[in-house]
C-alpha cells in the first residue's frame, strides 16, 4: 500500500464524512425516514433521501442539480459553515413541520420547500438570501435569517416581512454567536412556537465584541476578514431574547441578564417558551419558563463550585411537563426528572436526544472509551438500547428508532432504522472502507486507569527490538481520544505506527466521560496535570510492555488542545519528549474565548497566574528539542497570531524551530492537496528529529 493512501483518503473522503447518511429525521407516524447523503464516498454534494421503515426503500427527494442550483454560497453563509466544520456541500440540514411531510432547506442562499410524500419540490421566492430556514409546525410559514434581520415567508412564497431588524451594524436577529456554537451547544436563534403564531428570537449585539482581522499574505490584494472575538476577560456579545408575534407583538424576555449573561440554551414546546442562562463565571445556571409578556419564572438552578456542566439537548420537557435536566450527585452527572436523579451512579450522561411523551431518550457513558444509547420512561426505568462496543446514539419518534453507531471499519457511523414487529433495515452508506483498520491495544494505565490505546506496526515482533515511539493525544476537555469508535483519528494513529512507531494515545485528567471530579480536575491549570498524565502514562505503558518502547526516542504530535499539549511537552519535559508537532496549538492563554478559557481558568483579571502558568510564550527560552509549528492562516478558532507569537519568542530567545503556514486554511484542513500531504510531512519531521531512516 503507498504510503500516502490514507492521507490521501482522509482528504478525498472529507474524512469519511462524505457518503454518509446523516441528520436524520422521523416522521410523526414513523413509517418515513428523512436524511442527507452524497451519492459516493467522494461526492461533497448532499441530497435529501427519503427511507419508507416498512419496505426498506429509498427515494431521492431533492437533488441540487435537478434544481437548477449549483449550491455556490453566500459568503456569510460559507464562513458560518466553515467555523461550524460542516464537510458536505448542497443540502446539508433541513427543518419539517410537525408531521415530517414538508421539508425546508437553503441552497445557494435560495429557499427550497420540499412535499416528502410526492417528492415534489419547489423554490420559495424570498427578499434576501436565506440562512437556516425553519418551518413553522403547522407548515404554513416558514421563518428565516437574512441580512440579519429575522424574516417569515408564507411556503407559497407570499407575505415575506422582517419581524425584527437590526437597529445597526453588528446586530443580528435569530442567529447564534460565536460562543454559543463553539461552546455552548446550541447553534440556532430562532424557535417556532407550537401554534405558528410566534416565535422566540434571539438579539445578538456585537457592538462591544473585540474586533480582530484574518487576512490572507497569500493574496495580499485581498481585504482583510474583519470579525468579532470575544477573547479572555473582554466583553461577551449582548444577548437578549424576545417573544416575536405574527401580528407585530414584541416583548423583550426580562431576567438579569448582567447577573446571568449567557443564553446557553432555548426552545419553545406545548408548555411554553423557555430559555437557560449561565453567569459570566459559569457556577450558576438558571433554566427560566417564559410567561407571554416576557416575564420569567425560575423552573430549575444548578450551582457549582468550578462550573456547571452543560448537557447537549437540555433543557426539556416530557409531554406531561416533567422537567428534563441534569445534576451532580457525587461523582456521576445524573439524568434528572423534575430534579430526582433517574440514573444510577457511575452513568455519566453524556447528551439528551429527545422525549416522546414520557420517554426520554439519551446517551450515556459507564465505560469511557464508549457510548450508548439508553432510555428512561416512568414505571419502566431506565435501559440501554444499544449493544456491542463503539459509539451509539439516536432518535426515535412513532414506534420507529434510529440507531446510529461508530465503530471498526465505521468511522463515520452505521445507521440502522428499527421499528417493533420489522425487519431491521440500514441506511445505505457510500462512504469510503478505511484502507487501515485502527486495530488498537486498549490499555488502563496506572492508578488512576486512564485509558489508553496502542498502536504497534502489522508485523512487529518483540525480537526486532524497541520501538520509537510517538504519543499523539488530545488531552484535555470536550474530547475523548481514546474508544471503541474506530474513528479517523484511530485511523491517523494506525498510520503513524504503519511507518514504524509504537503510537500511544492517552486520555488523562480533565478529559469528558469519566466523572465530574476528573474534569475538574484541572480547573485553574490547563498545562500541569495534562502534561503529568502524559508522561506517567508513557511510563506506565513502557512497564506494562517491557522492552517495546525506546524512551530515548520519543515524540509527540497534537492539534489543537492536543498541539497546545505537544508544545508544552517540549518546553517542560524535555527529558521525556525529544521532539513535538503542534498544530494550532493555543499558545497564549488569553488569545481564545471567553466562555471556554473562563470555564477552566477563571477570569483573567481574577487570575491571571492561571493564564500565565498556562501560556506558553515565556517558555521559549527553554527549548532545546525540535518543535514544528503548524497553523492555518485563515484560522478564526485558533487564531493565527498563536503561532506567530510564540514563533517570534522563540527566534528571539535564538531557539531554532519549524513553521508550516498553512494558506486559506481554517481550523481543519479541508484542502485535498493540504490535508493528504501535511501528515506526510509531520512524518518526515519526526523522523528527521528523532534521528529515524
Not at 500500500?1 to 446523516?22: I, K, S, V
Request: net charge negative; aromatic share 6%.
Amino acid at each position: 500500500m503507498p504510503t500516502d493512501a490514507l492521507p490521501r483518503q482522509l482528504a478525498r473522503t472529507r474524512r469519511f464524512a462524505l457518503g454518509t447518511p446523516t441528520h436524520p429525521v422521523i416522521t410523526a407516524d414513523g413509517a418515513t425516514v428523512l436524511f442527507v447523503r452524497s451519492r459516493g464516498g467522494a461526492d461533497p454534494v448532499n441530497r435529501l433521501w427519503a427511507l419508507d421503515t416498512a419496505t426498506g426503500e429509498e427515494r431521492l427527494v431533492a437533488d441540487p442539480a435537478a434544481l437548477g442550483d449549483d449550491g455556490d454560497l453566500p459568503e456569510a453563509e460559507r464562513i458560518r459553515r466553515e467555523r461550524a466544520r460542516v464537510a458536505a456541500s448542497g443540502i446539508t440540514a433541513f427543518s419539517t413541520d410537525a408531521t415530517g411531510r414538508l421539508a425546508a432547506f437553503a441552497l445557494g442562499g435560495h429557499l427550497w420547500l420540499a412535499d416528502t410524500a410526492t417528492g415534489t419540490v419547489r423554490a420559495v421566492p424570498t427578499t434576501t438570501e436565506v440562512y437556516d430556514p425553519r418551518l413553522d409546525p403547522a407548515g404554513r410559514r416558514i421563518a428565516y435569517v437574512g441580512r440579519g434581520s429575522l424574516r417569515v415567508v408564507s411556503t407559497d412564497g407570499t407575505d415575506d416581512r422582517a419581524l425584527a431588524e437590526p437597529e445597526t451594524a453588528d446586530v443580528t436577529y435569530g442567529v447564534a454567536e460565536h460562543v454559543a456554537t463553539e461552546e455552548m451547544y446550541r447553534s440556532r436563534g430562532h424557535w417556532w412556537s407550537p401554534d405558528g403564531t410566534g416565535l422566540l428570537v434571539a438579539r445578538v449585539d456585537e457592538r462591544e465584541v473585540t474586533r480582530l482581522h484574518l487576512a490572507d499574505p497569500a493574496d495580499p490584494a485581498r481585504p482583510p476578514r474583519a470579525v468579532r472575538y470575544p477573547l479572555a476577560g473582554t466583553a461577551n456579545a449582548d444577548v437578549s431574547l424576545w417573544l416575536l408575534g405574527l401580528d407585530g407583538s414584541r416583548a423583550e424576555v426580562r431576567w438579569d441578564r448582567a447577573a446571568f449573561e449567557y443564553v446557553t440554551a432555548a426552545g419553545w414546546d406545548d408548555h411554553g417558551p423557555h430559555a437557560c442562562v449561565q453567569s459570566r463565571d459559569q457556577r450558576t445556571v438558571r433554566t427560566l419558563a417564559i410567561e407571554p409578556g416576557g416575564a420569567v419564572r425560575v423552573l430549575d438552578e444548578r450551582r457549582d463550585d468550578h462550573w456547571v456542566e452543560l448537557v447537549p439537548g437540555l433543557p426539556l420537557r416530557t409531554a406531561s411537563g416533567a422537567l428534563v435536566h441534569t445534576a451532580v450527585h457525587g461523582d456521576t452527572q445524573h439524568l434528572t426528572v423534575d430534579g430526582e436523579p433517574v440514573t444510577p451512579p457511575g452513568l455519566q450522561l453524556w447528551e439528551v436526544l429527545g422525549a416522546e411523551g414520557e420517554r426520554v431518550l439519551f446517551t450515556a457513558v459507564d465505560e469511557p472509551t464508549e457510548t450508548h444509547l439508553w432510555s428512561y420512561e416512568p414505571g419502566a426505568g431506565v435501559r440501554r438500547l444499544s449493544e456491542g462496543p463503539g459509539q451509539h446514539t439516536g432518535v426515535r419518534r412513532g414506534g420507529t428508532l434510529v440507531v446510529t453507531t461508530r465503530r471498526e471499519g465505521h468511522p463515520a457511523g452505521r445507521t440502522t432504522v428499527l421499528h417493533e414487529g420489522r425487519a431491521a433495515v440500514e441506511l445505505v452508506s457510500h462512504a469510503e472502507p478505511p484502507v487501515l483498520t485502527a486495530a488498537p491495544e486498549l490499555l488502563r494505565l496506572g492508578p488512576r486507569e486512564m485509558r489508553a490505546a496502542l498502536y504497534l506496526p502489522t508485523g512487529y515482533r518483540p525480537e526486532d527490538g524497541p520501538l520509537p515511539v510517538l504519543v499523539d493525544p488530545y488531552g484535555g476537555p470536550a474530547t475523548r481520544k481514546v474508544g471503541t469508535g474506530g474513528v479517523w483519528w484511530d485511523l491517523v494513529s494506525r498510520w503513524f505506527a504503519e511507518q514504524g512507531f509504537a503510537v500511544l494515545a492517552v486520555d488523562g485528567r480533565g478529559t469528558p466521560g469519566r466523572g465530574p471530579r476528573w474534569s475538574k480536575e484541572i480547573y485553574g491549570d490547563k498545562a500541569g496535570p495534562a502534561l503529568a498524565d502524559q508522561v506517567d502514562g508513557l511510563h506506565e505503558a513502557a512497564r506494562l510492555r517491557p522492552g517495546l518502547l525506546d524512551l530515548d526516542r520519543v515524540a509527540i504530535r497534537g492539534w489543537s488542545y492536543g498541539g497546545y499539549l505537544a508544545a508544552l511537552a517540549v518546553l517542560r519535559r524535555p527529558d521525556v519528549f525529544h521532539a513535538a508537532s503542534a498544530g494550532a496549538a493555543p499558545t497564549d492563554q488569553r488569545l481564545y474565548t471567553t466562555h471556554w478559557q473562563e470555564r477552566f481558568l477563571g477570569h483573567p483579571d481574577e487570575h491571571p497566574g492561571h493564564y500565565d502558568a498556562g501560556s506558553l510564550i515565556a517558555d521559549a527560552p527553554e527549548l532545546r528539542r525540535p518543535l514544528l509549528l503548524i497553523q492555518g492562516l485563515a484560522d478564526d478558532n485558533v487564531l493565527p497570531v498563536h503561532a506567530l507569537r510564540l514563533s517570534a519568542a522563540l527566534l528571539a530567545a535564538g531557539r531554532p524551530h519549524e513553521v508550516l503556514p498553512l494558506s486559506n486554511t481554517t481550523h481543519s484542513p479541508t484542502d485535498e492537496t493540504v490535508a493528504a500531504n501535511l501528515l506526510q510531512h509531520e512524518l518526515d519531521f519526526l523522523r528527521r528529529s528523532l534521528g529515524l531512516k
